[in-house]
């Protein structure tokens, strides 16, 4: 269902892309209509004033939503689905992002028996996972912290979900590649956060409609949004964000 013909990367300090369009537009519409609404959202303050909706945050509300509406069901069966994520690992390799994954076991295919379980670890396969989550920040003070993401993620694709006209990139809202002012803070594989005095913008790829950011997680892979300004503006910036992670 992604599109990952139109991309443009940028390599420096870290692998990070921008594809556009990302969906066929009459699915990415009818997407947009049916995402899911506040409600049943779960806010998480911590991370910086942001509603999340996911297989850990408010899980049965998400489970219910997925298993109710038939574009998402969809859409969520073609990232849990066999071919996902190598479609995505072969996209990067193609544009010399190669995570050398030689052998790899989709997580959800557990094995039958222990027998099939032996042999995968005697082959060292890489057990990956693809996470879905639906979240939502406020187009006045919404924002997400500078961080680098969790170790256990490799992969992180975020997927706009607003319709044509919905959001004025003069609010803000983009994702954007930072620094650390203070050097000794730039490896952070642990994933500390800052506050966005501590750090410098390299680049901001604008909020705007039917596109995908994907980056790859490394050490110094810092990227936040910052604090919004729709001052007066009752919109909601929505995206679906995708992470292929490794078991660790």
């Keep these: 269902m992604f599109d990952f013909r139109q991309a443009h990367f940028e390599y420096d300090p870290y692998p990070i892309g921008l594809v556009k369009p990302i969906l066929a537009e009459p699915v990415y519409a009818e997407l947009v209509t049916a995402y899911p609404p506040k409600e ?73 028996n222990s027998r099939a379980g032996a042999i995968n670890r005697l082959l060292r396969y890489e057990e990956l996972s693809a996470r879905f989550e639906f979240s939502m920040m406020d187009s006045f003070g919404g924002s997400i912290r500078p961080h680098t993401d969790s170790a256990q993620k490799l992969i992180t694709l975020v997927v706009s979900m607003m319709a044509p006209g919905e959001w004025n990139t003069a609010w803000g809202g983009g994702t954007e590649i930072v620094r650390p ?60 964000t995708i992470n292929i992670e490794a078991k660790l």
């Design 181 to 240: 002012k203070d050097k000794t803070l730039l490896y952070n594989h642990i994933n500390k956060s800052l506050d966005f005095s501590e750090v410098e913008i390299l680049k901001e790829w604008d909020f705007s409609p039917n596109q995908c950011v994907v980056f790859v997680k490394t050490f110094n892979s810092w990227h936040s949004v910052t604090p919004m300004r729709g001052a007066g503006q009752n919109v909601l910036r929505k995206t679906l």
């Design 40 to 112: 049943i959202f779960e806010f998480k303050k911590e991370l910086g004033n942001k509603y999340s909706l996911s297989e850990v945050n408010n899980a049965s509300q998400y489970r219910r939503f997925i298993s109710s509406s038939e574009p998402w069901r969809k859409l969520h069966a073609y990232v849990k689905g066999d071919d996902f994520i190598p479609s995505v690992l072969e996209f990067l390799k193609a544009r010399n992002i190669d995570l050398g994954l030689k052998r790899f076991r989709i997580a959800s295919k557990k094995p039958i």
